[in-house]
């Protein structure tokens, strides 16, 4: 059955340092989503993506993140300059097209600002 | 705006007992509600979902959730709970009429199973 996939599943970094999540959403998907959970709180939407641009982003999704889909299979989440706040699990998801369609999350990737 | 809220941060029943998970949604246009699961370690599986459809749906696992308008709740419940069911579960809603569709997620409860 096909997945999301996401590397890496855990990512330790300095505040200030630049990082990219990657995600590979299932292949014949057209809407892209990133989501995160800060430990011990809910699961929150940060951006969603379709036809190559960003169709909606929360206010967690400022100046210091940015979407990509640079080829025909991946997704990236990256985050210019981290912050302590930053640390959590982002998880991925996708789904085919349409109001009605489930989105598929990935296993998510546990980032840890240091 | 949508909201979920999910009544309960922690349930535990025994093994073999019926399982009661308590979510209430606000939405002002027709929701789509979900409930997915997340075991230790994994990422997030959807269990069930309801898009207007019968308004008691069936999802994995022996699952299921009614969707009752005039309460605005959409509670998940199991009648015979099994060790493996231990795990986080949330329920989410997303607007029908958002073509974009960002899911907006409770809480989550954590259920224990007691053997």
């Known amino acids: 059955e096909p997945e999301v996939t996401q590397t890496p599943s855990h990512q330790v970094t300095q505040m200030g340092q630049e990082v990219i999540l990657r995600c590979v959403p299932i292949?014949?998907?057209?809407?892209f989503y990133w989501y995160r959970q800060i430990l011990g709180q809910k699961v929150e939407f940060l951006v969603s993506f379709y036809n190559n641009e960003i169709s909606e982003k929360s206010e967690i999704f400022d100046d210091q993140f940015s979407v990509e889909r640079p080829d025909g299979s991946n997704f990236t989440l990256k985050i210019r300059s981290t912050k302590l706040e930053d640390s959590a699990m982002y998880f991925c998801a996708s789904k085919v097209s349409g109001t009605w369609e489930t989105q598929y999350f990935g296993p998510g990737t546990r980032l840890l600002v240091l | 705006a949508q909201s979920v809220t999910q009544l309960d941060s922690h349930v535990s029943v025994s093994e073999g007992t019926p399982v009661l998970l308590r979510c209430n949604y606000s939405?002002?246009?027709?929701?789509?509600l979900f409930w997915y699961v997340q075991h230790p370690n994994k990422g997030l599986q959807l269990l069930l979902k309801?898009?207007?459809?019968?308004?008691l749906v069936k999802g994995i696992n022996g699952f299921e959730a009614e969707f009752k308008k005039s309460e605005t709740s959409f509670h998940l419940t199991k009648p015979s709970a099994h060790m493996s069911d231990a795990a986080e579960y949330f329920c989410?809603?997303?607007?029908?009429?958002?073509?974009?569709?960002?899911?907006?997620f409770g809480q989550g409860t954590e259920l224990s199973v007691k053997p």
């Open positions: 292949s014949n998907h057209l809407y």
């Open positions: 939405s002002s246009y027709s929701p789509s």
């Open positions: 989410v809603v997303s607007d029908l009429n958002n073509q974009g569709g960002k899911l907006i």
């Open positions: 309801y898009t207007s459809a019968a308004t």
